[in-house]
């Protein structure tokens, strides 16, 4: 198999850093040594492991990706940037025609998949990378589907832990709030409790002090107006590791995207990948 080059963008970022060391270690790429990052970044190049990436701030990087891309023709990029950063990536993708994969969540979701779906790169996007988490989404769209209103007249309860510097509410739990919602939940986005204190996330929820600085605990909560039934569904994460299979199947799913030149669809999800295999 030939190797895949990709373009991890989102460096000094822990995210990026993480996918770029496991893409380093993967025989199935080449992790080309350049990545997009924000405009506050001072230093020019990030060292992962061995390997320096020139680190490609936005005024730079028109120029710089007409460079890159010829000696990368084939690069398949993957995105963990920043939220606010969300569309100005796609609509740069996609105006250089670049296939990628956006792990970042944020941004207009909307004009995320509008400006995949009238270009002609393809794109996997998703709010969650674990194909553990997509899968139990893949089964709230089914229960959603088939048993709408299900949960009609109970109150839901969703609360969210990140790191301290994750700067959005979880896209994750967005997505899982317009299932219940489908199921019969009357709950808005903006109702979503993020916490964020270490203190709060040590203390009170128990998670281990090491992964504080990186980790998605999740709990919904269902009961009943009369406080007969409860229930709870809740997903724990710790560290990073449990993104990187999926965000690279989500590659190497692009790549046979490309070469089969049988679909002229676009935009793809991680449903889509799962069903792959």
């Known amino acids: 198999m030939k190797l895949i080059p990709i373009m991890i963008n989102g460096l000094p970022g822990n995210v990026a850093r993480t996918m770029a060391a496991a893409g380093i270690s993967d025989n199935r790429f080449i992790v080309i040594p350049y990545s997009l990052t924000g405009k506050d970044i001072i230093e020019p190049s990030a060292m992962v492991g061995e390997q320096?990436?020139?680190?490609?701030?936005?005024?730079?990087r028109d120029d710089k990706i007409k460079k890159i891309l010829s000696q990368y023709p084939d690069l398949i990029a993957i995105d963990y940037t920043h939220p606010s950063a969300v569309n100005e990536n796609a609509r740069f993708y996609?105006?250089?025609?670049?296939?990628?994969?956006?792990?970042?969540?944020?941004?207009?979701?909307?004009?995320?998949?509008?400006t995949v779906q009238e270009s002609t790169s393809p794109a996997v996007i998703a709010p969650n990378m674990a194909k553990q988490i997509v899968g139990l989404q893949a089964m709230m769209s089914y229960a959603a589907q088939?048993?709408?209103?299900?949960f009609r007249g109970y109150n839901l309860e969703v609360?969210?832990?990140?790191?301290?510097?994750?700067a959005d509410t979880s896209g994750t739990a967005k997505a899982m709030v317009g299932y219940f919602n489908e199921l019969g939940a009357n709950f808005a986005?903006?109702?979503?409790?993020?916490?964020?204190?270490?203190?709060?996330?040590?203390?009170?929820?128990?998670?281990?002090k090491e992964h504080?600085?990186?980790?998605?605990?999740?709990?919904?909560?269902?009961?009943?107006?009369?406080?007969?039934?409860?229930?709870?569904?809740k997903h724990n994460i710790n560290g990073r590791d449990i993104y990187i299979s999926g965000t690279f199947d989500a590659v190497v799913y692009l790549r046979k995207k490309i070469l089969s030149k049988e679909n002229k669809t676009t935009l793809f999800t991680m449903i889509d990948v799962l069903n792959q295999n």
């Open 52 to 60: 320096e990436f020139l680190l490609v701030k936005p005024d730079t």
């Open 94 to 114: 996609t105006q250089n025609k670049i296939p990628f994969v956006m792990g970042t969540t944020g941004g207009n979701r909307g004009e995320l998949e509008q």
């Open 146 to 150: 088939t048993f709408p209103d299900l």
């Open 159 to 166: 609360k969210e832990s990140h790191q301290q510097g994750k």
């Open 189 to 208: 986005e903006d109702q979503i409790q993020q916490i964020r204190d270490p203190q709060v996330q040590e203390k009170q929820w128990g998670i281990p």
């Open 212 to 233: 504080l600085s990186g980790h998605g605990w999740h709990t919904y909560t269902l009961t009943a107006e009369d406080g007969s039934s409860l229930f709870e569904f």
